[in-house]
């Protein structure tokens, strides 16, 4: 592996959190990951977990599912309903698909599966701080706007018709997708491509999971944005 120089939109390091209950893994990882240049704490419960989110502030974080308090999706859930949305990659031995979208579902950016390549994780990471908004003010309107939806890349603050629209990071960086795209068809390959970076098993599930949860928000008791172009994809509309 080679350092990337990756670094927050200050200049300074990025910051992960790597949690797992494995001392091996978590060290395997951590030194892994300072070789990148970023800054790391390691946590082996989660408890230990979210004290060192409160001191630490991270940018990133691999959380195990199985810990010896309490599971990585409850800890999870606390963080995103305190609103910490830094993106987050699971580590865990589960490896069905229904795992794989329970993980998701609550809150979760990524999922890789024990055992696993380090280069391959490391890899993930990278593409998770490249799209999150450590990286976004580097463009000159931070606004983007189509009809009453507006998102700004810099603050992670979504609006419709003025009312503010609370998403995770990977429904913002879809919803980002669309609206860089409206009025064109994006197919659930092209979608997968540009907001997971990877070839994820049971796809189609998860695109069409992020895409229904975005439905919820943005288009609830309003004129519908959002629609599905049967066999060929979705598209982001304004209202006229």
Do not use: C
């Amino acid at each position: 592996m080679e350092a990337q120089g990756l670094q927050r939109a200050d200049g300074s390091k990025i910051r992960a959190l790597v949690v797992d209950d494995e001392e091996s893994i978590t060290q395997l990882v951590a030194m892994a990951l300072r070789y990148e240049g970023w800054e790391v704490e390691t946590a082996a419960t989660g408890q230990e977990a979210l004290d060192a989110m409160r001191a630490f502030t991270p940018d990133v974080a691999v959380l195990d599912i199985m810990l010896p308090d309490f599971d990585g999706m409850q800890l999870l859930a606390r963080l995103r309903s305190a609103g910490q949305m830094f993106p987050v990659l699971f580590l865990t031995a589960l490896d069905s698909v229904e795992d794989r979208v329970n993980g998701l579902t609550a809150g979760g950016d990524d999922y890789v599966v024990k055992p696993f390549s380090l280069e391959e994780l490391i890899a993930r990471l990278r593409g998770l701080v490249r799209r999150s908004q450590l990286t976004l003010a580097q463009h000159p309107d931070p606004v983007l706007r189509v009809g009453d939806l507006t998102l700004n890349e810099d603050s992670y603050e979504v609006e419709r018709a003025g009312e503010p629209i609370t998403v995770t990071n990977t429904e913002f960086e879809l919803l980002r997708y669309l609206m860089r795209n409206p009025n064109r068809v994006l197919s659930k390959a092209q979608i997968l491509d540009r907001v997971w970076a990877y070839d994820f098993t049971g796809k189609s599930t998860v695109v069409e999971l992020y895409i229904s949860y975005l439905r919820k928000k943005i288009d609830a008791g309003r004129v519908p944005m959002l629609h599905t172009v049967r066999g060929a994809g979705y598209m982001l509309k304004p209202v006229a």
